[in-house]
C-alpha cells in the first residue's frame, strides 16, 4: 500500500513543478524528485495514459502541460 501512495505523491510533486513551469531538465527533474531518469519518463508515460498533455519545452528547459487539466487523488467530502 505504501508503493501506491507514494507514487501517487510523486504524481502529485510532478504536476505541481509542471504547473509551475520550474522542472528543468529532465536530468535535473529526476535530482529534484529524488528518483532515477528513468523512473521519472516511467511517471511521465503513466500520467500520459491518464490523458495528461505532457511534453518537453526546450526554450523553457521545462515540461509543460499544453492543455489546461488537474490532477486530484484520494476522497472528499461532498456537500
Not at 7 to 36: K, M, V, W, Y
Amino acid at each position: 500500500m505504501n508503493i501506491i501512495i507514494k507514487h501517487i505523491e510523486i504524481i502529485e510533486r510532478i504536476d505541481q513543478l509542471i504547473r509551475l513551469q520550474a522542472t528543468g531538465t529532465p536530468e535535473d527533474f529526476a535530482f529534484r524528485l529524488g528518483i532515477s531518469k528513468t523512473k521519472l519518463y516511467r511517471t511521465i508515460g503513466v500520467m500520459k495514459k491518464l490523458n495528461a498533455p505532457i511534453e518537453y519545452n526546450i526554450h523553457l528547459e521545462s515540461f509543460v502541460y499544453v492543455e489546461s487539466v488537474a490532477f486530484t487523488f484520494g476522497f472528499y467530502r461532498e456537500d
